[in-house]
T-cell receptor, first 114, second 112 residues
Framework: GAVVSQHPSWVICKSGTSVKIECRSLDFQATTMFWYRQFPKQSLMLMATSNEGSKATYEQGVEKDKFLINHASLTLSTLTVTSAHPEDSSFYIC??????????FGPGTRLTVL | TQLLEQSPQFLSIQEGENLTVYCNSSSVFSSLQWYRQEPGEGPVLLVTVVTGGEVKKLKRLTFQFGDARKDSSLHITAAQPGDTGLYLCAGARSSNTGKLIFGQGTTLQVKP
């Protein structure tokens, strides 16, 4: 399978601060990037979809001004959680997609907001 | 509205038992993928099925795609403690290129 990395793997921050999560596709070019959020013992929930060089498309109920997505290159996308609050604590997972329909997932980032 | 219903959501069995996980929908999918996820990690792709009626085997795991491409099942034979994890099905709709619709997930616990 494809190699996808996320950084950091976990982060603890204070309420009100911003956190940036990086996702890299190490061995293929990701024309599309999906960002998911997963709460404990639940399935993945799609937050937004971005295409390289374009603005992201957000799912219903996801605030675009709170979750800033940048997909400036075919190998790197970032998700910034702005003014984080405890309810934003979750497991964030990126999923880059290249020329095939198969999606691979990053190892995830555990965000804890105090 | 959950477009992909996965059941059961939790399963605890003894080592050596067999089990089946189901994913059902009223919608047609162009493909369906099964993932396994361990705590603190991202999902790992197990298999992709694309043809109605398709059956794929991966060691003790058997995956089937329904004839109408609306449902799928995962059958594990002689489960082992190493099979413990969260199993997720995800369907791709041809009208939403690349976007996956996930089932609720099945948490499997295999006791030695």
């Amino acid at each position: 399978g494809a190699v996808v990395s996320q950084h950091p793997s976990w982060v603890i921050c204070k309420s009100g601060t911003s956190v940036k999560i990086e996702c890299r596709s190490l061995d293929f070019q990701a024309t599309t990037m999906f960002w998911y959020r997963q709460f404990p013992k639940q399935s993945l929930m799609l937050m937004a979809t971005s295409n390289e060089g374009s603005k992201a498309t957000y799912e219903q109920g996801v605030e675009k001004d709170k979750f800033l997505i940048n997909h400036a290159s075919l190998t790197l996308s970032t998700l910034t959680v702005t003014s984080a609050h405890p309810e934003d604590s979750s497991f964030y997972i990126c999923s880059p997609q290249g020329s095939t329909d198969t999606q691979y997932f990053g190892p995830g980032t555990r965000l804890t907001v105090l | 509205t959950q477009l992909l219903e996965q059941s059961p959501q939790f399963l605890s069995i003894q080592e050596g038992e067999n089990l089946t996980v189901y994913c059902n929908s009223s919608s047609v999918f162009s493909s369906l993928q099964w993932y396994r996820q361990e705590p603190g990690e991202g999902p790992v792709l197990l298999v992709t099925v694309v043809t109605g009626g398709e059956v794929k085997k991966l060691k003790r795991l058997t995956f089937q795609f329904g004839d109408a491409r609306k449902d799928s099942s995962l059958h594990i034979t002689a489960a082992q403690p190493g099979d413990t994890g969260l199993y997720l099905c995800a369907g791709a709709r041809s009208s939403n290129t690349g976007k996956l619709i996930f089932g609720q997930g099945t948490t499997l616990q295999v006791k030695p």
